[in-house]
């Protein structure tokens, strides 16, 4: 979709709704934006150092990102295309590109690399929530054509079938919310991936990983849901925007302290063990997180060591007694990169994970 003159917020909605009414092959994708700074022009600069060519139409910002040819014999990428507006204090950004495209030039070429910005994921009981809500609200205008459930080794869901294995399923039928119930009671599977049909509505899809597809209907319906799943996030939003490292001047002295705020992360379905700590490291390397200095006290286990963001260049420390992680921030740690370390917490180890505020943070004179 081409924009040749400013555009207000609430027409661009309308000319995103009608352009999936005709152009049906490409789908429309959306990713909730998060960030702590106040001023957005921070991002748009760093969005020109990673060679976006940036335009504003009104309440639109266009960008524009021609790819690198890398081997003679690789066809070339043509442009990729995005666009971000801002709603309340949330920002979104919309792509028809293929989902495989927007991860590798704008989620893994920038969004994984550039501090005080992440994308918004969510948690399987987040959806299940959301499910139980429609089934109340929507009742016969409610279909789930399609789902994609999973459950792994790290999930104690309960299941009448063979609690110790490990299942994922793909499933399309207009009976898709029943079997959402029979699949979760008999095996223990929990959607991740689910497209929502409410007939005279909207119909789209949500995916843990953040990426929302829009099919068609009232949009500003799916901006809102979008927004109200923010809002079930914000409690950990929020403590990762305040977990941070910070010095303070001392009144009337010369001196500064170091201001450290902690977050505790208690599991509720899995216990790091001398046995799990290989899995649970490669685990953390695949999603580009790199350890040094650690150390592994067995019995008991006691595990420390440092955490290198090696995309967001940041570093914390991880402390572990088995049952709970306590993360502390250290240098040039933002948001960011805390966020994303739970997101791989949630991914890979525990679905459920339990947060809050380090009750005691700590002054470092």
Request: negative net charge.
């Amino acid at each position: 979709m081409e924009l040749k003159k400013p555009i207000n917020y609430n027409n661009f909605i309308s000319s995103i709704e009608a352009n999936a009414l005709f152009e049906r092959k490409k789908k429309w994708k959306i990713l909730c934006l998060l960030t702590d700074l106040n001023d957005f022009s921070e991002i748009e600069n760093d969005l020109k150092k990673f060679k976006y060519s940036l335009k504003h139409y009104g309440d639109v910002l266009s960008l524009i990102l021609t790819p690198k040819k890398k081997e003679e014999t690789l066809p070339k990428k043509e442009n990729f295309y995005g666009y971000i507006i801002r709603s309340n204090k949330l920002y979104f950004f919309f792509s028809k590109e293929n989902k495989e495209d927007i991860e590798k030039y704008f989620v893994r070429h920038f969004l994984s690399r550039v501090k005080h910005i992440y994308y918004l994921w969510i948690q399987k009981s987040i959806i299940e929530d959301l499910i139980e809500d429609f089934e109340v609200k929507y009742k016969e205008e409610l279909f789930i054509s399609e789902f994609h459930s999973e459950r792994e080794k790290h999930e104690f869901t309960k299941s009448y079938f063979r609690e110790n294995v490990s299942r994922k399923v793909i499933y399309t039928g207009r009976d898709g919310l029943k079997a959402l119930r029979e699949l979760k009671y008999y095996y223990g599977i929990r959607p991740h991936i689910i497209d929502f049909d409410i007939s005279s509505v909207c119909s789209f899809r949500v995916n843990k990983d953040g990426f929302f597809t829009y099919y068609s209907g009232d949009l500003h319906f799916l901006l809102d849901l979008i927004e109200s799943m923010y809002l079930s996030s914000q409690d950990m939003v929020e403590l990762t925007f305040s977990s941070n490292i910070e010095e303070i001047q001392i009144k009337d002295l010369k001196a500064k302290t170091i201001n450290l705020q902690p977050i505790t992360i208690k599991f509720s379905s899995y216990e790091l063990t001398e046995n799990n700590i290989e899995d649970f490291i490669l685990n953390l390397k695949s999603f580009g997180f790199e350890l040094f200095n650690q150390t592994l006290k067995v019995g008991s286990i006691r595990f420390n060591c440092d955490i290198i963001d090696t995309e967001k260049k940041a570093i914390f420390s991880l402390t572990s007694g088995g049952q709970e992680l306590v993360i502390t921030p250290q240098y040039k740690t933002t948001f960011d990169t805390i966020f994303r370390f739970m997101e791989f917490l949630a991914d890979k180890v525990d679905s459920e994970i339990i947060y809050e505020a380090y009750q005691h943070p700590v002054y470092v004179e």
